[in-house]
């Protein structure tokens, strides 16, 4: 199975500037066994089940309780059964039309 998720996640209470923080959650997901790319505005990460995804969401969380009081979370989810690599499947299709 592979889900693709793609997400955000941050400090509310920190001001305008969050790239340290974020930076913290992306040297997490950088260390998993799951394909990931950092994006301008979130972060895709393709795991096997939606349980990964999520324990992905939950570490994220965790690391960022550890520095503020409020946090912004928002996901999306592609959760395809029997497929793999998924990530690199989508854009290859829309790059070959």
Known sequence: MSVVMNFAIF???????????VKKVIEMIDALPCKSQLTSMGTIV????????????SK??????ECTKRIYCTATFD????????????VNAIRQI
């Open 60 to 65: 994220a969380n965790a690391i960022l309780e």
């Open 79 to 90: 959760n395809k059964p029997g497929q793999k690599e998924q990530m690199e499947h989508k």
């Open 11 to 21: 400090p509310m209470d920190k001001g305008e500037h969050v790239s340290l923080y």
């Open 46 to 57: 393709e795991c096997d089940t939606m349980d990964e995804c999520l324990s992905v969401i």
